[in-house]
């Protein structure tokens, strides 16, 4: 059956596509190449990247350069999600493998390319390896986050892919592969105190929480390991201890710290922790 324009009336003018129109060929096209041609959106996705070596950063004006390549395909996948695609209903997950142990400086993530993800978990384990995670996101957002589902396009019907561009996704949890038991172990838990530990440094209303004394120790028990690290130059920290180097990043990205006074007394008075 066609695939017809949704009524967004900003977009379909920015877009110049009616609403309830057809979805064209181009379009079609475009998610086609994405989804069956590896290399050539492996070579896709380094042009809206800064992929310099040795740390130096590309100018915008270097990357614009490289995205002009492909602007037409750009704005056609972008189009395809915005314009034909579903929204990802509020606690719906979607799954993203990652072969390295990236460093986020948020667990709310803006993914301002395409992004890949799947439905099924065990497809994510597919696209990592033993020195990779796998994230387990969800809408970061109160609004919907439009997503294109590429499942009826593509070669690779099997993965049950959902294609996202521009959307705003929660980490809310991260999985590693445990080489020594040789099996991957969910650190959902970890995640959680971190996003708690964001919310304190942002002053963020976190009174919602679940298990809040447990989670509020524990998070104070990951605090002050953090502080030992960082004024006692101490070496419990490891290369493995990717947890640690997470929150290091997320704690160095801040740049002001918001203390919400009346949300930490309230959190010491359901705690039972005074100090």
């Not at 809408?139 to 919907?144: A, H, I, T, V």
Request: glycine share 4%; net charge positive.
């Amino acid at each position: 059956p066609p695939i017809y324009a949704k009524k967004k009336p900003y977009y379909n003018n920015l877009f110049r596509i009616p609403c309830w129109s057809h979805m064209t060929v181009d379009h079609i096209m475009a998610i086609i190449l994405y989804t069956d041609t590896t290399k050539l959106q492996k070579l896709f996705k380094q042009q809206s990247r800064n992929m310099r070596p040795n740390g130096v950063d590309e100018t915008y004006a270097e990357i614009a350069v490289k995205n002009a390549k492909f602007a037409n395909w750009f704005r056609l996948l972008y189009e395809c999600v915005w314009m034909f695609g579903d929204e990802l209903p509020f606690g719906k997950r979607v799954f993203h493998g990652v072969n390295c142990k990236l460093l986020f400086d948020t667990l709310w993530y803006d993914f301002r390319g395409p992004l890949s993800t799947t439905v099924d978990e065990s497809v994510a384990l597919s696209f990592s390896d033993e020195s990779g995670i796998i994230l387990e996101l969800t809408n970061g957002e109160n609004l919907g986050q439009p997503y294109f589902d590429v499942q009826h396009f593509s070669t690779y019907s099997e993965e049950r892919e959902y294609l996202f561009y521009n959307a705003t996704l929660k980490i809310i949890s991260i999985r590693i592969y445990d080489v020594k038991e040789a099996k991957w172990y969910d650190y959902r838990q970890h995640i959680k105190f971190l996003h708690l530990f964001l919310g304190l440094l942002n002053g963020s209303e976190i009174s919602h929480t679940k298990l809040k004394k447990k989670v509020c120790e524990t998070t104070w028990k990951y605090i002050k390991k953090h502080s030992k690290i960082l004024l006692q130059n101490s070496n419990d920290q490891t290369e493995e201890d990717y947890f640690a180097q997470l929150q290091d990043n997320l704690t160095h990205q801040k740049r002001t710290i918001w203390v919400n006074l009346k949300q930490i007394r309230s959190l010491q008075l359901q705690t039972g922790n005074h100090k």
